[in-house]
């Protein structure tokens, strides 16, 4: 087998401490200045700030966002893709921004395209020099560059003589090269000086106008680059946008005694197994490297005679390795139920007793990743109940691919990790065979996605199979060199470590993928194909009610039950009519406890809805709900502000809140004392109607098509009219004459149901209540309250093409008369 040889003459780790902006707070978010000429080069580099998962913010036409926000810098980074966007800025643009990068101590990095086409040139402002198209050999990085921390510095990495590599130089002496290359002048286009050293990447220290910046040619797809970028982003974001160098490998080998014949290790194979991991450890590549193996025993000792041999020396062998169960006959689990789970456990569990596999019972891969996402409920259950288990991997979530997307989540306890895929499939064992041949694996391996899975993901679980190590050997083949490569080029420290660790590690680093975003299985191919067949979308639903609370939600809800081909959720026994699945609660309950809340569309034609007042103001509603519904319609219902805070209020009241109880209207709404619990009530009075700065949260996921504003006080007057907008909103084939339906009852004050023996079956007490008019006090300063929001709302309807409700109307004139 190749083993890969270190040629950089390197090899102590040199790592040079960032300084960091101490008390000056920015966000983890990188800002992209792009224009439309720079697209691939904006792709590639999005896509590694993605794999690392940095936020990113881009902004076309030199347009500045807002950079501060709360005396909290909006970016930790500042990006031009193209040098000539950052020269063009206008006066007041630059301004602006040299003084945020001055007062948050940013960075800018700076990317000069060969296309460009500027010949030698000074930058207008600073004395550096640059030249494109050239062709170069001898590409190496400088030792003594503060900014390299992946990157291993001080190597010649290779000859390379490709064209058009833009150059740069300067003698002032706030410039200092990150990486230096020759020049090879050869043609009439080439602009550098033949056997000349220019910068390939550069640095300036900021001694002109005290901003730090580096200076990138176009390069991007060179893989010493994609590390210099990763290291430049951490330095000139003064570490807030860090990495750390400890990288967190487990090798899984799946399927263990199960391969087709002649697939299977061979006596041999297995010794090499064994001798790479000594191997790996001793010259301390990855420490404690250590092969986890997941079996399936109803497999062993199945095959040919050397195949059988194999298998019993794997076993002889068990201890250099660590086992986890593959259930036993490596069923798809999706398709069975908890019981018939539970028995392929314990079938594989007593194998693993009478063979003594030094097992982690807490670690387990579902075969072919079935039930883990999609979640299969009894799955999750029936690991609980043998194993004991809390961790997992799949590639499934959210999707397979991009692989850079690829996150973890926890459910019902099990701590999901994402997994990597190394190209090696079960049918991927020749060198002849791979897809590609050799080369494409070597250039995976030396720099390419490989190289890159290793380098951008803290955490990496990789799959491979028992076949992929019999035959050609090509896993072995592959990690030798790969982790080589890694520990030649890189400062990482690669590591393996038990999965309850590389969990406490990946959900440390990565908080926010604690709760899942659910996706919708019936979108993904994939997906539905390990889905349980007796679960569908049908029963998910088409139309949601989001809120406010208190605009008339439950009339509207239980107007549009009165129609046919329109049926709502099941009653809940604790939330009445309400689902509430978007809400931190519940959501993390899955799709299956979502789904069981609707029943079985009687036809293809009926739409199934639910109304959950409170999503209105849940801040991660709208990107939950259309993750999983993206065609879904919303409806909101809008009334003056200061009568839903009153009508609030009035509900406190009847639910006997203390506060509600203890102080007037007017005292709740200007209450003070944060800390207080009448505060609390002031803010569920007033908080929801700011109406504008939730819509816009709504409005970014879901266009006007799907997103109706009902008039909830014109619901109120003229019922009819408006249940005649949502049908039409609804697109509903046969159209109710709702004036045959509802009636106006003038001891409840309101227009109600009327039943089929003709009788009115008005709302209940709680809806519809009798109170006393709001005092004119908090009248007038809820009117002062809201004045601004009311605005802002109006811009919003205008700007987006809604129509008006009548309050607002009446308001806006009000406010201008
Ligand atoms: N037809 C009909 N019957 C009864 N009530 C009606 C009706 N249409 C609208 N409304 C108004 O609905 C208000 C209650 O709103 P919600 O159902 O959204 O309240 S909740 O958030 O679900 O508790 C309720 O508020 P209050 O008047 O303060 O009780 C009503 O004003």
Request: charged content about 20%.
């Amino acid at each position: 087998m190749n083993l890969y040889q270190c040629s950089n003459p390197i090899s102590d780790n040199f790592l040079p401490k960032y300084e960091s902006r101490k008390t000056i707070e920015v966000k983890k978010k990188v800002l992209i200045f792009t224009d439309k000429v720079t697209n691939l080069l904006l792709k590639r580099l999005v896509y590694l700030i993605g794999s690392v998962k940095f936020n990113v913010k881009i902004s076309h036409n030199k347009l500045l966002p807002l950079l501060e926000d709360h005396q909290k810098g909006s970016f930790a980074l500042i990006v031009f893709t193209k040098l000539d966007i950052y020269l063009h800025l206008d006066k007041h643009a630059k301004e602006r921004l040299k003084e945020y990068c001055l007062n948050y101590k940013v960075g800018l990095l700076i990317f000069v395209q060969n296309e460009e086409n500027i010949p030698i040139t000074k930058l207008s402002e600073y004395p550096l020099f640059f030249a494109t198209n050239n062709h170069i050999s001898n590409y190496r990085v400088n030792a003594s560059s503060p900014v390299l921390r992946i990157t291993k510095p001080g190597y010649h990495v290779f000859n390379n003589t490709s064209s058009k590599w833009t150059l740069f130089h300067s003698k002032d002496p706030s410039f200092e090269p990150i990486s230096v290359t020759n020049c090879e002048n050869r043609k009439a286009k080439d602009t550098c000086e033949d056997g000349l050293v220019y910068a390939a990447v550069m640095r300036d220290k900021g001694l002109h106008d005290g901003i730090e910046k580096i200076y990138f040619n176009d390069k991007i797809t060179f893989w010493v680059h994609k590390l210099i970028i990763l290291d430049a982003i951490s330095y000139l974001s003064r570490s807030s946008l860090l990495l750390p160098l400890e990288r967190y490998i487990l090798v899984d080998i799946d399927d263990i005694f199960l391969a087709n014949s002649p697939l299977k290790m061979k006596k041999q194979d297995v010794k090499e197994l064994v001798n790479f991991q000594n191997r790996i450890r001793k010259e301390n590549v990855v420490e404690n490297f250590t092969f986890n193996l997941g079996f399936s025993g109803k497999y062993y000792r199945q095959g040919n005679i050397n195949e059988m041999e194999g298998d019993e020396f794997l076993l002889a062998s068990r201890h250099n390795f660590t086992w986890f169960d593959h259930t036993w006959s490596h069923v798809q689990p999706h398709k069975l139920n908890f019981s018939s789970l539970v028995r392929e456990m314990l079938v594989n569990k007593k194998f693993a007793k009478i063979h003594d596999l030094p097992l982690y019972t807490n670690y387990s891969v579902a075969p072919h990743h079935s039930g883990v996402y999609p979640v299969h409920d009894d799955l999750y259950e029936a690991w609980r109940q043998v194993w004991g288990l809390d961790v997992t991997s799949t590639e499934e979530y959210p999707n397979l691919y991009p692989a850079k997307n690829r996150k973890g989540f926890i459910y019902k306890g099990i701590k999901v990790l994402p997994r990597q895929t190394c190209n090696l499939f079960t049918h991927t064992n020749f060198f002849d065979t791979f897809p590609g041949g050799r080369t494409k694996l070597d250039n995976s391996i030396f720099g390419g996605d490989l190289f890159m899975t290793v380098i951008t993901n803290i955490v990496t679980i990789f799959m491979t199979h028992l076949s992929n190590y019999g035959s050609d050997r090509l896993a072995l083949y592959t990690f030798t060199n790969l982790f080589n490569f890694i520990k030649c080029w890189t400062n990482l420290k690669m590591m393996t470590v038990e999965p309850s660790k590389l969990a406490d590690v990946y959900f440390n680093f990565y908080p926010n993928e604690i709760l899942p975003l659910w996706t919708n299985p019936c979108n993904n191919k994939r997906h539905l194909e390990i889905w349980s067949g007796q679960k569908t979308c049908k029963r998910l639903p088409h139309l949601i009610v989001v809120g406010p609370q208190k605009t008339g939600t439950t009339a509207l809800y239980t107007f549009l039950n009165l129609h046919p081909q329109i049926k709502s959720n099941f009653q809940s026994n604790k939330t009445f009519e309400e689902v509430q699945f978007f809400t931190d609660k519940n959501y993390v309950n899955g799709i299956d406890w979502y789904m069981n809340h609707f029943p079985f569309p009687p036809s293809e034609s009926t739409i199934l809805f639910e109304k959950s007042a409170n999503y209105f103001t849940e801040a991660k509603a709208p990107l939950q709900i259309h993750t999983l519904l993206p065609d879904t319609k919303i409806i909101c219902i809008l009334i003056n502000p200061s009568q839903r805070a009153y009508s609030w209020y009035q509900h406190a009241q009847s639910h006997k809140d203390e506060a509600a109880l203890k102080h007037s209207f007017y005292d709740v709404i200007t209450a003070t004392n944060s800390s207080s619990d009448v505060h609390n009530l002031r803010n569920k009075c007033l908080l929801p109607g700011l109406y504008t700065s939730h819509l816009n949260k709504w409005k970014t996921h879901f266009n006007n098509s799907q997103l109706l504003i009902v008039d909830g006080e014109n619901l109120v007057e003229d019922p009819i009219s408006e249940m005649e907008k949502v049908q039409n909103f609804l697109k509903l084939q046969d159209k109710l004459d709702y004036s045959k339906l509802l009636k106006y009852n003038t001891k409840k004050g309101f227009f109600c149901p009327v039943t089929n023996g003709g009788k009115l079956k008005c709302l209940g007490s709680g809806k519809g209540r009798k109170y006393s008019p709001m005092d004119d006090k908090s009248k007038d300063f809820l009117k002062h309250f809201y004045k601004n929001s009311i605005e802002d709302l109006n811009d919003f309807l205008t700007n987006h093409g809604y129509s008006k409700p009548g309050w607002l109307i009446k308001e806006i004139n009000d406010m201008n008369a």
